[in-house]
Nanobody, 115 residues
Framework: QVQLVESGGGLVQAGGSLRLSCAVSRSRPSINTMGWYRQAPGKQRELVATITSGGSTNYAGSVKGRFTISRDNAKNTGDLQMNSLKPQATAVYSC?????????WGQGTQVTVSS
């Protein structure tokens, strides 16, 4: 069983920055794609960013240019650097990972951006 543990959420003023981290509990099976998703109150969960094992990235249009996803395959960690945060970014952010056979979610971490 693979477990994902997020950290780094919190309260920040608009325009500020936060860095989220996701730690994967096991090195095997290998993680293919890691991603960050968010769910705001009353809204559906949406993709924020993904990164493949080879480093190819994909971003939601609303965060492109302000958020950066990265991963360290040797350490089994993934990060999301969030800059120029806006109040509409307030949500629970969850880490997601795919292996060859399964899909895993972290428990989520709250990000609140005050105006």
């Amino acid at each position: 069983q693979v477990q994902l543990v997020e950290s780094g959420g919190g309260l920040v003023q608009a325009g500020g920055s936060l860095r989220l981290s996701c730690a994967v509990s096991r090195s095997r099976p290998s993680i293919n794609t890691m991603g960050w998703y968010r769910q705001a109150p009353g809204k559906q969960r949406e993709l924020v960013a993904t990164i493949t094992s080879g480093g190819s990235t994909n971003y939601a249009g609303s965060v492109k240019g302000r958020f950066t996803i990265s991963r360290d395959n040797a350490k089994n960690t993934g990060d999301l650097q969030m800059n120029s945060l806006k109040p509409q970014a307030t949500a629970v952010y969850s880490c997601h990972a795919n292996t060859q056979w399964d899909s895993y979610w972290g428990q989520g971490t709250q990000v609140t951006v005050s105006s």
